[in-house]
């Protein structure tokens, strides 16, 4: 079974600018959550997305959004960045049940800001 | 504010002794518990999980301990293998939520 696809890999964007990361989870999976890691902060949640929907969101500025499509893709979207939004992000997809049901993470968009 | 603390931020450990890397958290409604794994530019593995309904869940080498009054858990890895050296987060999760919040991280090193 193919895990979670993060695309790019690595991605180099000016201050002002926005981006938009894709993510494809595990077939089956219809929960896709993206969190962004710093060493600095660790892993901090952004948002959840469950059929389309946004289902949980976390302590991030309106500038950082996300949606999903009927296949369980996931885009990220961040405009205006800025240098504080260099980071990794990490989608992980699950099969949305909760407890019993682990996040598998993919290996991560690596966003650096100048 | 963090609500899940690994007070440690390096760990190691001899080949074949056992590697216990701690966890502490503060929110009460956590009912869920995981441990992930990561290796440098990869993304986290889970590991093993434990519900707040049980103190104990075993996988092979890893087990993990949870003492709910304590608001403590452990992970347990015996015998520990150097292919074992990475970092570990815990993570929690309350109500049956997707969302995770995550320590720190406790990087493990076992040495040959």
């Known amino acids: 079974k193919a895990g979670v696809t993060q695309t790019p890999r690595y991605l180099i964007k000016t201050r002002g600018q926005q981006v938009t990361l894709s993510c494809s989870p595990i077939s089956g999976h219809r929960s896709v959550s993206w969190y962004q890691q710093t060493p600095g902060q660790g892993l901090q949640f952004l948002f959840e997305y469950f059929s389309e929907t946004q289902r949980n969101k976390g302590n991030f500025p309106g500038r950082f959004s996300g949606r999903q499509f009927s296949n369980s893709r996931s885009e990220m979207n961040v405009s205006t960045l800025e240098l504080g939004d260099s980071a990794l992000y990490l989608c992980a997809s699950s099969l949305g049940a909760g407890a019993g049901s682990p996040l598998h993470f993919g290996n991560g968009t690596r966003l650096t800001v100048t | 504010d963090q609500q899940v603390k690994q007070n440690s931020p390096s760990l190691s450990v001899q080949e074949g002794r056992i590697s216990i890397l701690n966890c502490d958290y503060t929110?009460?409604?956590?009912?869920?518990f995981l441990w992930y794994k990561k290796y440098p530019a990869e993304g986290p593995t889970f590991l093993i999980s434990i519900s707040s309904i049980k103190d104990k869940n075993e996988d092979g080498r890893f087990t993990v301990f949870l003492n709910k009054s304590a608001k403590h858990l452990s992970l347990h890895i015996v015998p520990s293998q150097p292919g074992d050296s990475a970092v570990y987060f815990c993570?929690?999760?309350?109500?049956?939520?997707?969302?995770?919040?995550f320590g720190k991280g406790t990087k493990l090193t076992v040495n040959p």
């Open positions: 929110n009460s409604m956590f009912d869920y």
């Open positions: 993570a929690a999760s309350d109500g049956g939520s997707e969302k995770l919040v």
